[in-house]
């Protein structure tokens, strides 16, 4: 009996000898890695900009008195760390497989949907500001009633495709939010609604499974009902179609982690209808014959074939003959949507009111302007806080005459022989 107990005690003793050394091994391998990490952070030169999650990445904050009592730097500094952190896209990476191992249906704010659908959650609206760029739309409307205003608020993936998203995922009524923006329209301001369109072929490609654009093909079926309650004339039916990409992984692919999905992107060329056009980069001083921009398709961001990116301001001269010149208010999913429009103006000047600090009504009196379109996806709209500044009337222009028949002869430059799907 004291025999057995002896050993008992032995085993006992030594199972606790082999846990400390255990626990001993875990705490030193923890803290060389802490240690590496530390190290390869304090080494490792910080990055501007995340190709994988195509934006500007937050720089290390200025410590000042004002910044520390008010709590601001502690703020910017944590975001700086996890903008900058050792190998980040490998770290969300691991997240994505520990939260599917877990079963969740979430990574990082995007929703892993069926068929490898990646879907964004919808972000809150800032009603105030959405209201204030509603006035600011509504007055401009006001200020020029000879110029035709349309807007076209283009819903979201989480919205069209429903049946997509992960089983019981808690998601904003958007159908609402597009009615309340409709609401807040001036009677001046045309409203033209794309949804049932998009939800009419909500079964095909209309929406990039990696990305939180919407395809080609999803603006193409926007194009007809635009071009309709716009009153645009001999509408093309036909087009070329040329996918000029199929491995994009776009923005929510990086986000998420994800990697499984690859999309395709295609250009739309009118197959009756060719006009010739000049390309200008306002703020850049650069020229191009074309809207496109092959030598993006070689970069993580291939949605930017079009036009590179977006731009404060963009002007597009084309050989339209009819003097019809359009300012398109928009945000990145106009960048697609602008290939189905040139037939169809003599000038597109495209405003991305998030970069331009110009005088619009310079411009609209300048140009010539007979349609004035805002095109935006729903969730960048009820989250935008730079339209209403830049609609807002010059006081010092106010006695010009709103311009509608001057001529549009400034910066637009000649047009040369180089076609719209050529140079893709």
């Keep these: ?176 939010d597009l009615r309340r923006i409709s609401e807040l329209m001036g009677d001046r301001v045309h409203n033209i609604s794309v949804t049932d369109i998009l939800k009419e072929h909500a079964g095909e490609e209309i929406y990039y499974r990696t990305d939180h654009h919407w395809t080609s093909l999803g603006a193409y079926y926007a194009f007809g009902a635009v071009a309709e309650e716009m009153g645009l004339k001999n509408v093309e039916t036909e087009y070329n179609i040329h996918t000029v990409a199929n491995d994009f992984q776009g923005t929510l692919a990086s986000k998420s982690g994800y990697h499984a999905s690859e999309d395709k992107i295609q250009v739309y060329e009118a197959a009756n209808i060719e006009p010739e056009y000049i390309v200008t980069y306002v703020e850049e001083n650069e020229k191009s014959a074309s809207m496109y921009k092959s030598e993006c398709l070689e970069e993580k961001d291939k949605y930017t074939v079009f036009f590179g990116g977006n731009h404060a301001r963009v002007d597009i001269s084309t050989t339209q003959p009819e003097r019809k010149n359009l300012l398109l208010f928009k945000d990145s999913y106009a960048n697609c949507f602008v290939q189905f429009l040139l037939p169809y103006y003599q000038n597109i000047i495209m405003v991305d009111a998030r970069y331009f600090y110009d005088n619009i009504d310079s411009l609209i009196q300048n140009y010539g302007i007979t349609d004035i379109l805002f095109l935006y996806n729903a969730n960048t709209f009820v989250t935008d806080n730079s339209l209403a500044d830049v609609l807002a009337a010059d006081e010092s222009d106010e006695d010009a005459d709103t311009g509608a028949d001057s001529a549009a002869d400034e910066e637009t430059g000649e047009v040369s022989d180089t076609k719209t799907g050529n140079n893709v």
């Design 1 to 176: 009996m004291e025999q057995r107990e002896w050993k008992n005690r032995k085993r006992k003793k030594r199972s606790r000898k082999i846990q400390r050394r255990f626990y001993q091994r875990m705490v030193l391998v923890f803290g060389v890695l802490l240690i590496f990490l530390v190290l390869a952070n304090f080494i490792k030169a910080d990055q501007e900009f995340s190709e994988e999650e195509n934006r500007m990445l937050a720089q290390k904050p200025e410590l000042t008195w004002e910044s520390l009592v008010s709590g601001d730097y502690m703020k910017d500094f944590e975001s700086y760390v996890s903008d900058q952190f050792f190998a980040r896209n490998q770290w969300i990476t691991l997240k994505l497989y520990e939260d599917i191992s877990l079963g969740k249906k979430e990574s990082n704010g995007v929703y892993l949907g069926k068929d490898g659908y990646l879907i964004e959650k919808p972000d809150e609206p800032a009603w105030e500001s959405v209201e204030n760029n509603m006035s600011a739309i509504s007055a401009l409307a006001e200020r020029y009633p000879d110029i035709s205003t349309y807007m076209c608020t283009v819903p979201n993936a989480y919205y069209i495709l429903e049946d997509k998203l992960p089983a019981k995922a808690p998601v904003r009524d958007q159908e609402a």
